[in-house]
C-alpha cells in the first residue's frame, strides 16, 4: 500500500490520480486550512478531515505532495513572491522542509510540488531555487519542469512547473511521462447551459469576441471564444481575462459551467454531484466555490503520469506489481 500526505491538499486531484491508476494506497492525512474544499474533499473521499493549516505536521508518508499557495507567484497575484519569511501565502511551500526536517531519519521517498509557471520567473525564481537548495541539503535529487495539461489529454491550456524530488541520487525523467493525445473540447462541454451562464453583464458584453479592443482595460484584453481548448481554469469565470467563452447557437456566448471546469480539470461527474451536494448553487447565481476549488486544483491525468513513473520501480523503490496489476509496496 503506497501512503501519501497531501499538504495544502485542496479537493484532492493526487488522490483521484491514484484512484484512477488503481493503485492501492492510503491517505495518511490531507491537511487543507479552507473549510469549503475540505468539506467537498470528505464528500468525495473520506467524511473525516477538518480544516487545519500545515504548520506544526509531522508524518511518515511514502509521497508527499504539496501546491503551496500559489497567490503571490501568480501574474494574476501581487507577486510578492515566496521566501520563507516574507510572510506571504506562498512562502507556506517552506513548511514542507521544515515537516520533513522534522522527520529525522526516516524522509519520504518522493516530494511532489506543483505551481504557476511564473514561480520560475526572474522576480520569483530566488524562493524557488532557495526550495530547491533546501531540499538538496534533505538528501534529495530535484527535477522540474513546466508540463501543460493538453499534452495529457485534457483541452486546457494550463501550464504549471512540477517539481519532482527524489530521495536519494537519481533523477526523475520527464522525458518518460506518458502523454496522451488532447481530446476535444467538445467532449467536456454540456449540451445545454441554463440561461444564468449567458454573459450580459455590460462590462463582459464589451469584451466578447469580434467586439472593438477597447483601449486602458484590463491592458485591452478581450474575452476569446473557446474552439480547440479552454484557456487556464481560473478561480473565476466572470472576469476578463477567463478560460474562455462558449459560442450559443442563438448568437449569444455563455461562461463555462462549473460542472465543465471540473470536467476539465479531470474529475468525474460523480465528483462534481458529491460537491455540488455539499455546496449547492443559490437561484440564479454562479457558483463561487465551486469554481474557486476547480481553479485551484492540480489537473489529475498530469498526476497520473507522474505517479505512474514514480511507481514504475526506477526510482530505487520497493514497488511491485501484484496478480491484479495493481502498484504494491513492499513492507
Given amino acids: ?57 509531522s508524518l511518515q508518508p511514502d509521497i508527499l505532495i504539496h501546491g503551496s499557495p500559489c497567490q503571490d507567484f501568480s501574474i494574476a497575484g501581487k507577486q510578492y513572491g515566496g521566501n520563507v519569511a516574507d510572510g506571504t501565502r506562498s512562502s507556506l511551500l517552506f513548511e514542507t522542509i521544515r515537516i520533513i526536517e522534522n522527520l529525522g531519519v526516516w524522509k519520504p521517498r518522493y516530494v511532489i510540488w506543483e505551481n504557476v509557471k511564473n514561480a520560475l520567473s526572474k522576480r520569483m525564481v530566488s524562493a524557488f531555487n532557495h526550495y530547491l537548495s533546501d531540499m538538496e541539503d534533505l538528501g534529495y ?11 495529457f489529454g485534457i483541452p486546457q491550456a494550463r501550464e504549471r512547473v512540477f517539481t519532482v524530488s527524489v530521495l536519494g541520487d537519481k533523477y526523475f525523467d520527464f522525458s518518460r511521462l506518458r502523454k496522451t493525445p488532447m481530446r476535444s473540447v467538445s467532449d467536456f462541454l454540456e449540451k445545454e447551459a441554463d440561461e444564468k451562464y449567458i454573459v450580459t453583464q455590460p462590462s463582459m458584453v464589451s469584451k466578447l469576441p469580434g467586439k472593438p479592443i477597447v483601449p486602458g482595460t484590463f491592458g485591452g484584453r478581450m474575452l476569446e471564444e473557446v474552439k480547440d481548448y479552454v484557456h487556464t481554469i481560473t478561480t473565476k469565470q466572470m472576469r476578463c481575462p477567463n478560460s474562455g ?49 476547480a481553479g485551484n486544483s492540480i489537473v489529475v491525468q498530469v498526476l497520473e503520469s507522474i505517479f505512474e513513473l514514480l511507481l514504475s520501480g526506477d526510482y530505487d523503490t520497493d514497488f511491485s506489481t501484484n496478480e491484479e496489476g495493481q502498484l504494491e509496496l513492499i513492507c
Wanted: charged share 30%; glycine share 8%; net charge negative.
Fill in 141 to 151: 535529487t530535484n527535477t522540474y519542469q513546466v508540463l501543460d495539461a493538453r499534452d
Fill in 245 to 293: 467563452v462558449v459560442r450559443v447557437d442563438d448568437g449569444r456566448w455563455r461562461y463555462l459551467t462549473e460542472r465543465e471546469c471540473w470536467r476539465l480539470m479531470g474529475f468525474d461527474d460523480e465528483d462534481f454531484d458529491a460537491a455540488l451536494k455539499e455546496h449547492p448553487s443559490r437561484g440564479r447565481f454562479l457558483n463561487g466555490t465551486l469554481y474557486h476549488q
Fill in 1 to 57: 500500500m503506497v501512503k501519501i500526505l497531501e499538504l495544502f491538499g485542496g479537493i484532492g486531484a493526487p488522490r483521484k490520480a491514484l484512484i484512477n491508476l488503481g493503485v492501492d494506497h492510503k491517505s495518511i492525512d490531507y491537511v487543507e486550512w479552507n473549510e469549503k474544499a475540505v468539506r467537498t474533499y470528505n464528500a468525495m473521499f473520506d467524511n473525516r478531515y477538518k480544516p487545519e493549516s500545515v504548520v506544526g505536521y
